[in-house]
């Protein structure tokens, strides 16, 4: 007789569920093992076991072995024989359990597909399905996604070649799929044709919570601009045809419940004229990246920000130049950074330039005062570029980001410690007692030798809990190939000193006893 808790279903669901998580090296098998131990934890299992399947191979092994000519892999499925309906009372079984079906690359020929869908033309495979990822390259494979779609889908992942086929299915997801909230749409391509049929689409979907899209045009978007609780939308672009400036519809309010807008584009008037747009909307994160262009465009867009954003509900920014030719450009500046001092609930801010920024300590300190909930700070150079030289930063410019950022755990900046003066150190130390970083990026930082171990102990007492320090240790033909070294020797030192901290029990004049050795 088992225990009166284990006839609880839920407590059975929540043992099994430990055992998914923290048996990370062979879950399945231990799961399988707890299914053979009674009925009970058999159900229990069964559902975790298959609530998570990749691809049709896992359950194509519960038919009869006799179905199957020669042994059944993932580059080889044979039939024997054509499968009859008793053959898929296992199958059947089993995938009522799963809820999220991902597929794979290399999957099962298309005889197979072919095969199944004689038994599965009027109902899904999965009937119980909530999400689904579709990105097969094969397009002769696309057309047996019907078997997959089903009424509980909230989230799909789909790849669309571009293909008259393909995007014919686009209107008939709203009715086979009407509970859709999440949508994420990958083409390689900017079809016009899908804008038509987009546009029939999204006027289904007025549930929509998250849209992920390649292409989109105007009248499309207006329709997405509309839609009432949609929170997320991302945009990625190339190019830029809405013209001048977009407007939603006359008489609707854009963009109601907008709270993560991403979008990459040639240009930065499609974003201000969105933002202008969901002024009334209640922003948290936004992420933009733009192909190539100058620092000056970079201003308005942040002024749009400042002005339109919630001050405090804004709480991420991610920008980014992206590189597409080699070309000269002028580090970013403070005036660039300074826009966006009034957005002072910020916690994230990466913004990488082609050459990072010409900023020195005093705006450091300016800055730390402005964002003190700073959880994460990325102001740095795009990786294949050579940050501005020479830097204006120092490495005690990074103290009142200890000091006035509690919160700070990730910082990524470029510093100069080419040359240190340590007669600065005593008034910086003791200043990190608080601070919570604990990675430190500094790319292509310069640093001389004899600054080396300065540097160490220095980080060490400002940023007691630091465990990661990255350094770009790949230059790419500029002409520092000493620095990796030097920022390599940094970081052994820094191990050390985490080593004697340990040791003496977390002392805080640990490190500050090494400055004056």
Known sequence: ???????????????????????????SRDLQAVALVCRSFYNASLDLLWRDVTG??????????????????????????AIIPSDLERFRAYACCVQVYGDHYIDVPITIYHALSFHFHDRPIF?????????????????????????????MELNVSGDSVQISLLPTLGTRCPSLVHFELSTPDCYPDIGQQ?????????????LIIYYLPEESLRIVAALPHLRSFTLSRADDD??????????????????????????????????????????????????????????????????????????????????????????GTADELRLLFPLTGLTRLVFTTRCGFDIDD?????????????????????????????QRLTLQGLA????????????????????????????????????????????????????VPWAAAYLSALFPKLRELQYEDDYMGFEQPAYPDRWEDVENHLAVYRHVSGYRGNDSHCSNCALHA
């Open 1 to 27: 007789m088992p225990h009166r808790c284990l006839l609880i279903p839920e407590i059975l669901r929540i043992i099994c569920l430990h055992i998914k998580i923290h048996h990370r090296r062979d879950r």
């Open 56 to 81: 049709l191979l896992p359950l194509l092994r519960t038919l009869p072995s006799d179905v199957w000519s020669g042994p059944l892999t993932r580059h080889k499925a044979v039939l024997a024989r």
């Open 127 to 155: 009937p119980n399905l909530v999400k689904i990822s579709w990105r097969f390259e094969r397009r002769e494979i696309f057309p047996y996604i019907s078997m997959f779609l089903g009424p509980r889908i909230r989230e």
């Open 198 to 210: 987009m546009k029939s689409l999204l006027s289904q979907w007025g549930q929509l919570e998250t």
């Open 242 to 331: 809405y013209g001048d400036a977009f407007s939603p519809t006359p008489g609707t309010n854009a963009f109601p419940a907008l709270q993560d807008l991403s979008i990459t584009a040639s240009s930065p008037v499609l974003c201000i004229n969105i933002l202008k747009a969901a002024k009334n909307c209640s922003l948290k994160e936004f992420t933009f990246s733009l192909f190539g262009t100058n620092l000056t465009v970079w201003r308005d867009l942040f002024a749009t920000l400042a002005e339109l954003c919630n001050k405090g509900n804004l709480t991420s920014i991610s920008v980014d130049d992206l590189v597409v030719q080699a070309e000269e450009q002028d580090p």
């Open 362 to 390: 005093a705006f450091m300190h300016e800055m730390a005062g402005a964002w003190p909930r700073m959880h994460t700070l990325n102001i740095g150079a795009a990786e294949i570029f050579q940050p501005f030289e020479p």
């Open 400 to 451: 009142p980001l200890a000091e006035l950022c509690p919160d700070l755990r990730n910082l990524t900046v470029h510093i100069n410690v080419a040359h240190i003066c340590s007669n600065h150190f005593d008034a910086c130390l003791g200043s990190g007692s608080g601070s919570c970083v604990d990675y430190l990026d500094v790319a292509r930082s310069p640093i001389s030798k004899e600054s």
